[in-house]
């Protein structure tokens, strides 16, 4: 499109959709044959900073490699019908394999150019490791330019295939995998479990340059953001060069678990996970989200990224501006 400010534009030979702004790269769609899911990676700030990490997919110097399966932006679960969606990599040793699950991209199903925003829409299918297409998910993205800050609006809509059960898991939903400069300067590191019991070790890395902030819409900071809910999340750091910027996920209020459950550890995992309730909280039931065949659900979010430090007010105004945008 002609004079398009916002540009989406498909390499399907290369597995790729471009998204650019102002003639600046802003983020790709990729289904790369090495993931076990489509990503949206990298994602970059009006500013140039890149808010992702750059393992598994472009790895840089001193930053973590633990969780392959952590690829910039993604949507995904840890524990559908009992398999698990969200740990899959090329890591994971063959005789495991029969217990994971793979998010299949089918097809592009449309793009759009414009002034001030482009979507993409595209088709996949979420495949057990025993072969059987349990899911078919169907997302449109919105990317925006508003100023300084740019946005990708994400609505998700799941077709049960057949009965699915999102058993109650901390591993899902909406997942980014931050740069270094975005992990907590306070970060130990650890040995953490999957759902299936399967340990990652988080090594105890340099935090030198770690600098970021979890806060939520309820005013909860730092490492006690993770497994509280809150409506929005956001977390803001101070990159090498002395660039501030915040990166920030807002629940819709027609999704399911609304308000979501924050998955936000100091290491640079930050996901919602509205589905989670009792691993989150022993006190609350399990969720146990079922879709039976032929039925479909709706996930909403936005993601924002912000080229300063974005104030609680900035949030709640972009909270009750995302809430009203979809009816």
């Known amino acids: 499109m002609a004079g398009a400010q916002v540009e989406v534009k498909r390499h399907d030979a290369d597995r790729r959709v471009d998204v650019m702004i102002d003639g600046a790269p802003f983020t790709s769609y990729l289904w790369p044959t090495s993931l076990k899911k489509p990503v949206l990676f990298p994602l970059i700030t009006s500013n140039g900073i890149t808010v992702t990490r750059g393992y598994p997919l472009a790895p840089r110097d001193k930053e ?7 690829a910039g932006m993604w949507f995904n679960y840890g524990n559908v019908n009992g398999f698990d969606f969200w740990n899959n990599s090329d890591a994971i040793p063959e ?37 059987q297409d ?14 300084d800050t740019r946005i990708i609006d994400q609505v998700i809509t799941l077709t049960a295939l057949d009965r699915a059960v999102f058993h109650d898991d901390k591993e899902g939903l909406l997942g980014i995998r931050v740069a270094h400069f975005l992990e907590s300067p306070t970060e130990k590191g650890g040995t953490f479990m999957d759902s299936s019991g399967r340990p990652t070790a988080v090594a105890n890395a340099d935090t030198a340059g770690a600098t970021g902030v979890y806060r939520t819409s309820e005013g909860i900071e730092g490492d006690k953001v993770w497994s509280t809910r809150g409506t ?22 027609h999704n399911p678990g609304y308000p979501t459950y924050w998955h936000a550890r100091g290491y640079g995992l930050f996901a919602a996970n509205p589905l989670g309730d009792h691993i989150f909280d022993p006190k609350a039931p399990e969720h146990n989200f ?9 996930f909403t979010y936005r993601v ?23 009816k």
């Open 304 to 326: 924002i990224l912000f080229a300063n430090a974005a104030s609680a007010a900035e949030m709640d105004q972009a909270q009750a501006a995302f809430a009203s945008a979809y």
């Open 232 to 253: 929005w999340c956001s977390l803001t750091g101070t990159d090498a060069s002395g660039k501030t910027v915040t990166v920030a996920i807002l629940d819709h209020p």
């Open 64 to 70: 973590r490699v633990d969780h392959p399966h952590h």
């Open 95 to 131: 005789a495991q394999r029969p217990k994971m699950g793979s998010i299949r991209m089918e097809r592009i199903v449309s793009t759009k150019s414009g002034k001030d925003q482009g979507e993409l829409t595209a088709d996949s299918v979420w495949t057990t490791g025993a072969g």
């Open 290 to 298: 079922t879709l039976e065949k032929g039925k479909s659900v709706t």
């Open 134 to 147: 349990l899911l078919k998910q169907t997302t449109r993205y919105v990317f925006r330019k508003q100023g």
